[in-house]
């Protein structure tokens, strides 16, 4: 599987340069992706959650929504072109994209599957109530969840010294 992460108004554009073949989509409720028309839409998979920190907040990721983005991800053929967007592709999608990769390439490959989402993504922030109930269906034992808050870390420190 080989795995990009774009923002919302890439979609399209990125769909056609990279020749994906499936599409998944963290929007907040009501947003629509600009998918190409000639999109296969059975290729297709929206989750309805919103860029929240605190569980408790509205529309924030829910265990139920990672639950579908992985059980999706075991579907995908192993020559799946996947494109994982959100509205500003560095938080949800890059989230959801290492946890689609962790669990296709295994958990033993947690520190690979982080860096071949920086290598597409260098501003990940990854959503860490999407890490943490990936972790835990994963069964990573907190590396996943770790790693990806060390990535944020990383982003956050940068933005506040530049």
């Not at 923002?7 to 599409?23: E, L, P």
């Not at 995908?76 to 390439?105: F, K």
Request: hydrophobic residues 45%; charged residues 20%; contains cysteine.
């Amino acid at each position: 599987m080989k795995i990009f992460v774009c923002d919302r108004s890439k979609v399209a554009k990125t769909m056609a340069r990279i020749s994906a073949t499936h599409v998944l989509s963290l929007l907040d409720p009501g947003v629509r992706p600009f998918l190409n028309p000639h999109f296969n839409k059975a290729n297709w998979r929206l989750v309805i959650c919103e860029d929240q920190l605190n569980a408790d907040d509205p529309n924030a990721p829910t265990l139920e929504n990672v639950e579908f983005i992985l059980d999706w991800g075991r579907t995908l053929p192993d020559d799946a072109v996947v494109l994982v967007h959100c509205e500003a592709g560095i938080s949800r999608s890059t989230a959801a994209a290492m946890a689609l990769l962790i669990q296709h390439n295994g958990i033993e490959h947690i520190d690979e599957c982080v860096a071949e989402i920086l290598a597409v993504r260098p501003n990940a922030c990854p959503n860490p109530l999407i890490t943490i109930y990936a972790d835990n269906i994963l069964k990573c034992g907190g590396k996943f969840h770790s790693a990806a808050e060390d990535i944020a870390t990383a982003h956050i420190f940068k933005m506040i010294h530049n």
